[in-house]
């Protein structure tokens, strides 16, 4: 096998998983992130579990319809069980979503377990991380094949479910951004215009469930979570406007996905060692990475750039003083 | 009915009731089975400036966000110009309380002011050149066309208050319903809420205005709706703002009347 056909077969089809999977999450994440309900994609994530595998009992098959079908009707339950606890719990919405999302995952798992189906790709460590490095593409053998039509027919299933999934994030997310932004930040003035804020929170919750769904079999949970999170609240230390964060929020997560499966891939063997990393591992990480360093060296809102300031402030209020002493 | 009949006898006879800007008939509200508001009746004369005046806990806001359809009711009927509130919503423009948002929003003064103009854009639609000129056009009535490119975040308590009324006035309503506009704003942006209260009376709509400092009241305003849980006076406010009537409505909740009176001024 060549280097090219190695990387078109094994890197590019983990690559571009990583990256669609991280622009599909991201997208939803901004609202979320702005809403404080950050951990509603955490929720979601991990309630895709338990819906996967009792859709795998019911078929007794990898079918992926039914896989989506059972993840969306698990993360609609959990919505309805999160609402329930508030409501008859009085609990706030995070401990009710901490205790939801933890509950339905711990029978996801014991379900997992007991049931054998860890045999057909579904075990805990897939659930954690995914299956990026098992996602191959065994069609292009060169970089001119991929304008053969004829090498997408074997194009992995999950590419295209991803790919298809990140291109509704973006869609909706163009069409309804008024709409999804005045929800958000003034709930009560977007009913005066007609615009019913529970419908729109019910379709945001839908575009996290939907990719949660997508993303967890590709990437598995780990980068679902960071997804939702990461890129939203890296573009917010960078900008003032709704819709340069969302631009800057996918850039980010592309970024994160390329560059981390990248550094998982290419690091180790550069620096002599024999082995690769875990990828899932560490688009997570560098999605983190991007997040530290913006909250360090962001022009405005950076701690770095704020304490020089501050700093250049000073010098100049004592170096006035001076010169009035002098 | 006793509000009704306590409009003054020298002005023309209030307009039928499904006529006027508002008539509300009734309207009981209630926050987990504990009433807020009981058989309010109420009757919004056009081109007016209404005080909604009371104690703290008397459902002021709740009475806006019952009008509004943010609160459901128990019972009762309101009607806007006419038709069932529902289906005038179009007509009627709400400020709400500044604290009721989170300021930190990833939005300049313009985008918040554009908002108003959200439904004329109508769904799916961006925010085009002519819609931030027309949102400016509201920014430059409250004294703020220089803020337009702010962070809302980073503009004084006054400031954002004058944005929140910018975005009502995009909204080209009839019927302006305000939540404390005048709470904790500095000197120049009660100028400026005034002058915008002015010149909608002037354009022939109606504001009802939630409103806290009982000695400038009969100078903003020429109408009161004074609640404590329920109608304690309405009408104009020469004849509706009496010593008594304060000292029912205050005196509910603080055993002075004259105390409270002060201590809310």
Redesign the interface.
């Given at each position: 096998m060549s280097a090219t056909e190695a990387f078109l077969s094994i890197d590019l089809p983990a690559l571009l998983a990583a990256m669609l999977a991280a622009l599909a999450c991201a997208l939803p994440g901004n609202f979320l992130v702005l809403r404080r309900q950050a951990l509603m994609g955490d929720a979601m994530s991990h309630v895709v579990l338990p819906g996967i595998v009792c859709a795998y009992l019911a078929v007794g098959d990898i079918l992926p319809l039914a896989m989506v079908a059972g993840a969306l009707g698990a993360a609609l339950l959990a919505v309805a069980l999160i609402h329930l606890l508030q409501r008859l719990g009085g609990l706030e919405p995070g401990a009710a979503m901490g205790v939801v999302l933890t509950l339905m995952f711990a029978a996801g798992l014991v379900l997992l377990e007991q049931s054998g189906a860890s045999g057909a790709h579904l075990d805990v460590e897939h659930a954690l991380y995914g299956n990026l490095e098992g996602t191959l593409w065994l069609g292009p053998r060169q970089w001119a094949d991929l304008l053969d039509p004829a090498s997408y027919r074997n194009l992995p299933r999950v590419l295209g479910t991803l790919a298809l999934v990140a291109a509704a994030m973006v869609v909706l997310a163009v069409l309804f951004f008024k709409e999804l932004a005045v929800t958000t930040f003034d709930p009560g003035f977007a009913a005066g215009l007609g615009i019913s804020s529970r419908a729109i929170s019910l379709g945001l919750l839908g575009m996290t469930a939907l990719a949660a769904v997508a993303a967890f079999e590709a990437v598995g949970s780990i980068i679902v979570i960071a997804m939702f999170v990461c890129p939203a609240a890296t573009a917010r230390m960078l900008t003032d406007r709704l819709s340069r964060q969302l631009w800057l929020s996918a850039f980010f997560a592309l970024l994160a996905g390329a560059g981390g499966y990248w550094l998982a891939a290419f690091l180790p063997p550069f620096l002599g060692h024999p082995q690769a990393l875990n990828a899932a591992g560490m688009v997570g990480a560098t999605a983190g990475g991007m997040q530290c360093a913006a909250m360090l060296l962001a022009p405005r809102y950076g701690v770095l750039p704020r304490a020089w300031r501050a700093h250049w402030r000073r010098q100049a209020a004592t170096a006035a003083e001076r010169g009035r002493a002098g | 009915m006793v509000a009704l009949l306590k409009f003054s006898p020298r002005r023309p006879p209030p307009p039928p009731l499904s006529r006027s800007p508002l008539a509300v008939q009734g309207l009981t509200v209630a926050y987990g089975g504990e009433p807020v508001l009981r058989g309010v009746d109420f009757v919004a004369p056009e081109a007016a400036l209404v005080a909604v005046v009371g104690p703290n806990g008397a459902g002021k806001s709740t009475f806006l966000?019952a009008v509004?359809?943010?609160q459901p009711r128990l019972a009762g009927r309101i009607s806007c110009y006419g038709y069932p509130v529902e289906r005038q919503?179009?007509l009627?423009?709400?400020v709400?309380q500044r604290s009721?948002?989170?300021w930190d929003?990833?939005?300049?003064a313009l985008?918040?002011v554009a908002?108003g103009l959200?439904?004329r854009?109508g769904?799916?639609?961006?925010?085009g050149a002519r819609h931030r000129e027309q949102a400016l056009a509201c920014l430059a009535q409250v004294g703020m066309a220089d803020f337009a490119r702010r962070?809302i975040g980073q503009l004084s308590g006054g400031q954002q208050q004058r944005v929140f009324l910018a975005?009502a006035l995009a909204?080209d309503a009839r019927l302006y319903l305000m939540d404390e506009p005048f709470a904790g704003v500095d000197a120049a942006t009660e100028r400026a809420i005034i002058e915008v209260l002015r010149s909608l009376r002037q354009r022939g709509r109606t504001v009802l205005c939630v409103h806290h400092d009982l000695h400038t009241a009969p100078d903003y305003f020429e109408h009161l709706l004074l609640l404590s849980g329920r109608v304690v006076a309405a009408g104009a406010m020469a004849e509706a703002c009496t010593a008594a009537a304060l000292e029912e409505a205050y005196g509910v909740r603080l055993p002075a009347g004259g105390a409270a009176v002060g201590r809310a001024g």
């Open positions: - | 966000k509004l359809g943010l919503r179009r009627i423009a709400y709400p009721s948002v989170d929003f990833p939005a300049s985008d918040v908002m959200y439904r854009i769904w799916c639609r961006p925010v962070q975005r909204q």
